[in-house]
C-alpha cells in the first residue's frame, strides 16, 4: 500500500528506513531514495521500470551536502550554484567514489540539484542524506505535476507519497555538464541558456545527436508521450473535431478538448496534465501550438517535440 501524507517527517521517517517516497519540488514530483542505500535506489528502477543505462539526480537541502556528493567543482559551476541553487537547475559534476554506480547508470559524474520548493527543502532536510529521485513517473509517461497524477502511475508499487500543490513550473529541471571547459546544457528547463550565459557566458547548448547530446542518457530514451498522438502545429485551421488542442491562442473549430492559455509559463505549467488529461478521455490525437522559444518556451518546444516526434 501506498501511504499518502502531508507530514514531511513521516515520509522522511520511510526514506530513513529504506523505503522511496514520492515528493513534490517546483518543476515536477520527483521519486526519492537516500542516495546512499543501493538497494532502496534499485527499487525506483523496479517502481518506474526505468531502464538502468539512465542516472538519477541527487537533490540536496543545503550547499554542505553538495560535498557529499561531488568533487573536484570547477569555478564556474561555483558561480551557477550561487546564482540558481536553490532552484530548478541540475548540475552535473564529478562524483565522489561513495555515490553508488547504480545511482550514476555507471557514469564518473553525477546530477546535483537543490530544489527551491519549502515543502522539499523540509522532506530532504529531514531524510538527513541527499535524495535521488527521477521524476515520480512510470518510465516513459509525461512527469507528474499533481500528486493525483503520482496515484495514478505509481499507486501500490511505491511506499508514500508526500502530497502537496500542483508543481509551480511544470516542466523538468534544465541539466548543465559542468565536467568539461565550459558548462553543457543537455536537457532545457526554465533556466534558459539566455540566463546561464548571463552568469557563465561560455555556456553552450548540445546540438541534437551530438555526442555532447549523447552524455545525457535520459535523452535517449523516448519521453513525455501521452498515448495520443501529438502534432505540432502553428495555427488552428486543419484540426480534426475529434482531437484535443492546447495553445495561446483560442481555435477556429470546435475540438473535443480545448485548453487555452494565457502565456508560455501557463502552457509549461499545464502540458503535462493536458497530456494525462488526454489520455483518461481516450483521445487519439492532440495538437499542440508552437510558441517563441525564449525563456521557457525553449524547453517547452523541446518537449512538445519529443512527445510529437519521439
Ligand atoms: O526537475 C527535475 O529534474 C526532476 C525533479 C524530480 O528534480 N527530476 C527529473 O529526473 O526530471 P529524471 O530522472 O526524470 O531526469 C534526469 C535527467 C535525465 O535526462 C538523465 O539522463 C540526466 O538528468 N542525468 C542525470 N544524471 C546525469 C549524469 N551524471 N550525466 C548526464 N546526465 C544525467
Ligand atoms: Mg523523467
Redesign the pocket.
Known sequence: MTLVTTNPEEASAIIRSGGIVAFP?E????LGADVFNEEAVAKIFEAKERPQD????A?VADLGQIEMLAKDIPAFAVMLIERFFPG?L?L?LNKRSEVPMLV?AG?D???V?M?RHELASEFIRACGTPVV???ANLSGRP?PTTWQAVVEDLNGRIDCILQGEATEIGL??T?V?CTGEQPVI??Q?SVSLEDLRAVVSETVKTAEGSEDER?????RHKHYSPRASVRVVEMVDDMLADGAYIGIDAPDVQLVFTKVVSDAEAYAHELFEFFRECDRRGITTIYCQTVAEEGIGAALMDRIRRAAYG
Open positions: 519540488t518543476t515536477v514530483y520527483g539512465n542516472p538519477l539526480i537533490h530548478p541540475t552535473v550514476t557514469l559524474s553525477v546530477g540539484r530544489p529521485a527521477p521524476s512527469s523538468e529541471s541539466v555538464d543537455l536537457r528547463g552524455k545525457s542518457p535520459g535523452l
